[in-house]
């Protein structure tokens, strides 16, 4: 990139302050800084508390918290797993460490997420369970899908504050999972969790998460687990966050109504958001049919606009698995992309982002 295309707006950037500074420095001069001091289980109970469950279990990041998921749920060789194929891959290579078979199903054009019709065309004897994901911050359409009978795994990794209905998403599968990275509108920098209201699940989960471990009898055990712990520094970090959950919420919001606003004349078309959905703002979306175009152009005046994933029905990793038409996704796939999105974000920055966004368009169609 040349001198004059550095990277001036970034495409996220972390909101990390004094409380969360305070947090960390309590650990470090408690010497509580593994994976089982005082914070973890703060954390835990503070993500509960803001969904509405009843357990959480703190993991080092999310990908292992979706393994964990699956594997409590008993999926194993044999078993098959339905996914969205417009997603980041995490969901269908949790799938494969678990040794089984991601089915890869098509979206929904209102939404983004998991078509219930496609899946109602793949579900088998041999499905074990469904991987919803709420994909930028929009939640799956739950009803429908729990109508199928099969448990749901509900990744909302990227939606913080999203509602589904009167319901926040967290509390809308068996098993929820949250991705607490540093890109996310709440972060610990790495960082996960699973969230059920199921006791029996959880407890298993709580063991194998270090190293299956029977409580109150340490080095005994009766199951296969590993260290998927979350340290205490990362858990001081997400209490700070916890604390300033609403705020942040909002300000990617608020950046996201920005966007709304200024790019509603410029030839690219906003993300789709359903009617039963509140839609929270991860990353902020676009689709053109400029779209590689566009960032290329965008990332050489400094905005690090970013192209989204391919659909997993592109990725070589999955061309195995990828024997169903998914001509929604692949659109999206091809023609989306995410315009830098932080709750810091000023207005002059946006305005900056979105009147270059909408001059390169129009300089195209000239």
């Not at 835990?44 to 993991?59: K, Q």
């Not at 997420?113 to 739950?142: C, F, N, Q, R, W």
């Not at 209490?239 to 996201?256: F, Y």
Request: aromatic share 8%.
């Amino acid at each position: 990139m040349s001198e004059a295309g550095k990277i001036r707006i970034p495409l996220s950037d972390a909101d990390v302050g004094e409380t969360e500074t305070g947090f960390v420095l309590k650990a470090m001069k408690d010497g509580s800084i593994s994976g089982t001091g005082a914070f973890i289980k703060q954390f835990e109970d503070g993500v509960s508390l803001r969904v509405g469950r009843r357990h959480a279990v703190a993991t080092s990041n999310a990908t292992l918290a979706i393994e964990l998921a699956l594997r409590v749920l008993g999926v194993s060789r044999g078993a098959e797993v339905i996914v969205p194929a417009l997603t980041f891959a995490a969901p269908a290579m949790s799938v494969l460490a678990v040794d089984a078979t991601p089915v890869i199903v098509d979206v929904e054009p209102g939404s983004w997420t998991l078509s219930p019709t496609a899946v109602s065309e793949a579900i088998t004897a041999s499905t074990k369970a469904i991987i919803a994901v709420d994909v930028m911050g929009h939640p799956a359409d739950y009803d429908r899908l729990s109508a199928f009978g099969v448990p749901i795994i509900e990744d909302a990794a990227e939606a913080h504050g999203a509602m589904y209905k009167t319901r926040p998403v967290g509390s809308l599968g068996d098993i929820s999972v949250f991705s607490f990275h540093a890109n996310k509108t709440i972060t610990t920098g790495e960082g996960g969790c699973v969230t059920t209201d199921r006791s029996d699940l959880a407890d298993r989960m709580r063991s194998m998460v270090h190293h299956g471990f029977v409580p109150d009898r340490p080095y005994w055990h009766e199951t296969l687990g590993r260290n998927f712990r979350m340290t205490n520094l990362t858990a001081a970090v997400g209490l700070g966050q916890l604390q300033r959950w609403d705020a942040l919420v909002a300000a990617r919001g608020r950046v996201a109504g920005w966007y709304d606003s200024l790019l509603a004349d410029s030839g690219c078309n906003s993300r789709p958001i359903a009617d039963w959905a509140t839609y929270s703002c991860w990353l902020y979306a676009v689709t053109t049919t400029h779209r590689d175009r566009l960032v290329a152009d965008l990332r050489e005046a400094g905005v690090d606009a970013r192209a989204v994933w391919p659909a997993l029905t592109h990725q070589p990793i999955f061309a195995r698995y990828a024997d169903r038409a998914c001509p929604v996704a692949e659109r999206v796939a091809r023609d989306a992309l995410w315009l830098p999105t932080y709750s810091h974000m000023t207005y002059e920055h946006v305005a900056y982002v979105a009147d270059l966004t909408r001059r390169t368009i129009r300089a195209y169609e000239i």
